[in-house]
């Protein structure tokens, strides 16, 4: 871990600004745009140089303002040493997308480099939910099944090669030996539960499962929006649902809840692969829980406090 020091500024209140930056994320040519902006607004810069030490570092942070400069790893770990050091209170959150997909980041309205520091200096901050899995939080989704198969699958040398293709690519592939996750699911009311074997399963709490237009969900309602896919043979999962999940459009299948917390159980076979913000953990059973308003964070002019729902959008 590497620490170079800009010019910390107080405005007014505005409060000690720090980036935690993971300089290995996406292209891994972002470092010369980082430091000039961090220069421009007075930001503090602290390097990764393994994984686990963004969390370490958010964890030893006493930044007013923190931002995590990455993809949706990089977050996640970032979100993980805050919670780890009962910081939401003291802490607001900022992103800066250098990662390769970078759905949270869209999801807030933050869409270039440029644009994560000025949010952070000047955005809107908001108050929204977190999800906790297991006791670990994760702030845009949880998923198991098919994508999260392939995307523990998915190399940094292909990533490097092929961008946010690498993850349709390991996708497509894994489908052709993918026998389904045999899940149970029971939600907090008790009245809405899933059997059956799964190809898909995601739980979103920044993130949904889009027929079409933007992948937001509302990230302040207190509820996770669930979308199991069930499993189906081979060939039409590939030409089906996994084709069409990339391309954002919808498939038969389908099933849609919404709750405060679920648990979801693997009914046989192997513990399931569960992807927290692209993070992976090992398990057979998942407790997941709305820790509701947990979490300030700098937004950008995008970003949907209250989104339309999806037969809506």
Do not use: C
Request: proline share 4%; no cysteine.
């Amino acid at each position: 871990m590497t620490t170079r020091e800009s010019p910390l500024r107080s405005d007014g209140g505005t409060g000690a600004r720090e980036l935690i930056y993971n300089p290995l994320s996406g292209s891994a040519d972002h470092t010369d745009e980082i430091y000039d902006y961090a220069d421009e607004y007075g930001v503090s810069v602290r390097e990764t140089s393994e994984s686990g030490d963004a969390i370490d570092l958010a964890r030893e942070s006493d930044a007013d303002y923190l931002g995590a400069a990455g993809g949706d790893g990089t977050v996640h770990e970032v979100v993980r040493g805050l919670h780890e050091a009962d910081a939401f209170d003291s802490t607001v959150l900022g992103i800066v997308p250098t990662g390769t997909g970078n759905n949270f980041a869209g999801n807030i309205g933050v869409e270039s480099i440029a644009d994560g520091f000025e949010v952070l200096a000047d955005g809107e901050t908001r108050t929204i939910d977190l999800g906790i899995a297991n006791g670990r939080p994760f702030v845009n989704s949880a998923i198991a099944g098919l994508t999260a198969n392939a995307s523990s699958e998915t190399t940094s040398e292909m990533k490097d090669s092929l961008g946010v293709l690498a993850y349709v690519v390991n996708t497509v592939q894994t489908a052709t030996d993918f026998d389904g996750l045999p899940l149970e699911i029971e939600t907090a009311a008790g009245d809405d539960a899933w059997s059956g074997d799964a190809a898909f399963i995601l739980v979103g709490n920044g993130r949904r499962f889009p027929v079409e237009g933007r992948t937001q969900a509302d990230m302040e309602d207190g509820r996770f929006e669930i979308t199991v896919i069930e499993d189906r043979p081979t060939g039409q999962l590939v030409g089906e649902a996994t084709l069409r999940r990339l391309l954002g459009s919808d498939t038969a299948n389908i099933t849609r809840l919404e709750s405060s917390s679920l648990s979801i159980s693997v009914r046989e076979g192997d513990p399931g692969t569960f992807s927290l913000d692209g993070e992976m953990l090992s398990a057979r059973e998942l407790d997941i829980d709305v820790d509701a308003s947990a979490l300030s964070i700098r937004v950008g002019d995008g970003y949907e406090p209250d989104p339309p729902a999806i037969d809506e959008q």
